[in-house]
């Protein structure tokens, strides 16, 4: 009897992304969009408590960070663009309707490249990013009597909401994670939201389905909700994607359906099934004018992006001769990028080579001692009591010989704690390396009056002891004895 090869199966996964966009204002009204520390619907207004008889006013500020959003993302952006109503009934909604876009977008046909360890970048699809806005947000409760209840909070309501959506390009849970952590450094690079999915200003919903290898069809798509996390977006789909890959296995065929990821259980389950969907009845919003976007103006929006990540990168790498792993880690925030490049430019005026080593010195003491304190302390790079400049001269400070590589580690924990400058800090705890002949002669008499026995080994031929007695002196002068200046004395006074 010959075996049957079982089916491969390919893993296609497409990803929507909710962003709330850092606006001053609401989308449609003048309310602050700033609500995460205020009491329940006190960011509200008769526009976005949906009061009869009120008309929306579009937030150009919204608009903006939505173009300067998709340039970024290379999208194609058309001149012409409008806003529809999508109407569903649903308690958080309190017009009936949301505005959203439909058939004319802000954007469309993007791309992010994006890279899994050990593979080739890639190219992801970006369907499009329109704008919207957000709902109200429901609690649901339970009284003391076991009776359910849900509260409402407006303040929510009408906050500016961009969705980006990605094409069914992700073959596999690290891409989808890959193309969320380029998409949230990219939102955050350019300023148009804290991107932040803990906190909620960043959500993702996926849509998986699995196809047998090559085939050009793609099977019944399954959406997954309810993910709080990147991590719980990777483990809902590695998830996914086994349930799938078992059901086709055992001969069942998958349906259509909406499925939530429940975290403490490590597992989804059916929401909805496909017979459920909402027909939304889009129709153009008539409260509200059409967007015009001329070139000129999206061209000005363009010139005012800032150096993009993947960019930055490479420059990274190039100017200042880092390895991809640090210009990767420095390059993960604009706020990191931007301390290492106030740290380096003073070692401008330095001709190329001692540029690249205070380059190159001054990311290892980032990557490595800083980063360490930070995440110790529980502070980011903005909250750091070191400033970029003192980083730099505290590496002077070791290059000019004040002080020994390793009394730099206390000295940078001490500038870390008291954000004192390094020269101050070396100043109040007497770290100055000695170097002068004087004290490094009077430092060589002491050790070798001590240690007899290991002098006269020394001049029996065994070579050790010199070493044995450089140890000595360091203890001796508390490790700010200059090593070099050190050794050499000594053996010129063994050898004498
Ligand atoms: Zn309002």
């Not at 099934?273 to 153009?284: G, T």
């Amino acid at each position: 009897m010959t075996s049957i090869p079982a089916t491969r199966y390919e893993t296609v996964i497409g990803l929507e992304v909710h962003v709330q966009l850092q606006t001053e204002r609401k989308m449609f009204c003048g309310c602050s969009a700033a609500y995460a520390d205020a009491a329940p619907n006190t960011h509200v207004c008769p526009v976005c408590m949906a009061l009869p008889g009120v008309l929306p006013v579009i937030n150009r500020k919204a608009v903006e960070y939505t173009v300067m959003t998709a340039l970024a993302l290379n999208c194609r952006i058309p001149t012409f663009s409008k806003f529809d109503r999508k109407n569903y009934p649903y308690p958080d909604l309190l017009k009936g309707y949301q505005i959203s876009q439909y058939d004319l977008p802000l954007s469309h046909d993007c791309w992010l490249e994006v890279e899994v360890e050990g593979e080739a970048p890639k190219r992801i699809g970006i369907t499009r990013v329109h704008l919207e806005e957000d709902t109200a947000r429901l609690t649901h409760k339970t009284d003391a009597s076991g009776d359910t209840y849900s509260l409402i909070d407006m303040n929510r309501s009408g906050v500016p909401l961009m969705e980006i959506v990605s094409e069914p390009d992700m073959r596999s849970a690290e891409e989808a994670r890959a193309y969320l952590v380029k998409l949230q450094r990219t939102l955050r690079y350019i300023g148009v939201s804290k991107a932040n999915m803990e906190e909620g200003n960043f959500r993702c919903d996926a849509n998986v389905s699995l196809r047998p290898a090559g085939s050009p069809d793609l099977g019944s798509k399954v959406e997954v909700k309810n993910m709080n996390s990147f991590r719980a977006v990777y483990h809902a789909l590695r998830f996914e994607v086994d349930r799938q890959t078992q059901e086709l296995a055992a001969g069942q065929r998958i349906p259509q359906e909406t499925r939530g990821w429940i975290e403490a259980d490590g597992r989804t389950t059916s929401q909805r099934s496909k017979e459920e969907a909402h027909d939304y009845r889009y129709f153009p919003e008539p409260d509200l004018p059409p967007v015009t976007l001329d070139v000129p103006y999206v061209e000005e929006l363009r010139c005012a992006l800032p150096e993009l990540p993947d960019a930055r990168l490479l420059r990274f790498e190039m100017e200042y001769g880092l390895p991809l792993y640090e210009a990767n880690l420095l390059t993960e925030s604009r706020a990191k990028a931007d301390y290492y490049e106030n740290a380096v430019a003073p070692a401008r005026v330095k001709e190329v080579t001692e540029f690249r080593d205070y380059a190159r010195q001054i990311a290892n003491w980032m990557v490595g001692d800083l980063a360490r304190l930070l995440n110790a302390s529980g502070t980011d790079i903005e909250g750091c009591q070191i400033s970029p400049g003192d980083l730099y001269a505290m590496i002077a400070l070791v290059e000019e010989g004040t002080i020994s590589g390793k009394i730099a580690k206390s000295v940078f924990e001490e500038m870390f704690r008291t954000g004192k400058a390094p020269a101050t800090v070396v100043r109040d705890l007497g770290l100055e390396q000695i170097s002068s002949s004087d004290e490094i002669t009077a430092l060589v008499e002491r050790v070798l009056s001590q240690n007899a026995k290991a002098v006269g080994e020394y001049r029996a031929g065994k070579q050790e002891a010199l070493k044995f007695l450089v140890g000595q002196a360091m203890r001796e002068s508390r490790g700010r004895a200059n090593p070099a200046a050190l050794t050499e004395t000594l053996k010129a006074r063994l050898e004498a």
